[in-house]
């Protein structure tokens, strides 16, 4: 079984930062990816970012230059280090942990607000 923790959001003013982490636990062999997926209200999930665990990333453009994913393979646990944040940025952010055909696990999510 595997299991996801975030930790991390909160209320921030436009233009500031926050770290979100997200830990994961259970049976997690072998070649994987870990993302941050958002859903503001009204609207669908959407990546936001991802890695693998090659260090392969992918961002999306809406946060290029501002949002940085990175993971730490020993504690398999990975991050999502957001800076010049925006009141568009406000959802709530979910983890992932995608292991190919073994499965996608989600975390619980963690509501970021961004304030104007």
């Known amino acids: 079984q595997v299991q996801l923790v975030e930790s991390g959001g909160g209320l921030v003013q436009a233009g500031g930062s926050l770290r979100l982490s997200c830990a994961a636990s259970?049976?997690?062999?072998?070649?994987?990816?870990m993302g941050w997926y958002r859903q503001a209200p009204g609207k669908q999930r959407e990546l936001v970012a991802r890695?693998?665990?090659?260090?392969?990333?992918v961002h999306a453009d809406s946060v290029k230059g501002r949002f940085t994913i990175s993971r730490d393979n020993a504690k398999n646990t990975v991050y999502l280090q957001m800076n010049s944040l925006k009141p568009e940025d406000t959802a709530v952010y979910y983890c992932?942990?995608?292991?190919?055909?073994?499965?996608?696990?989600w975390g619980q999510g963690t509501q970021v607000t961004v304030s104007s």
């Open positions: 992932n942990l995608d292991v190919g055909g073994l499965g996608s696990f």
């Open positions: 259970g049976s997690i062999f072998g070649f994987n990816t």
């Open positions: 890695i693998n665990s090659r260090g392969n990333t």
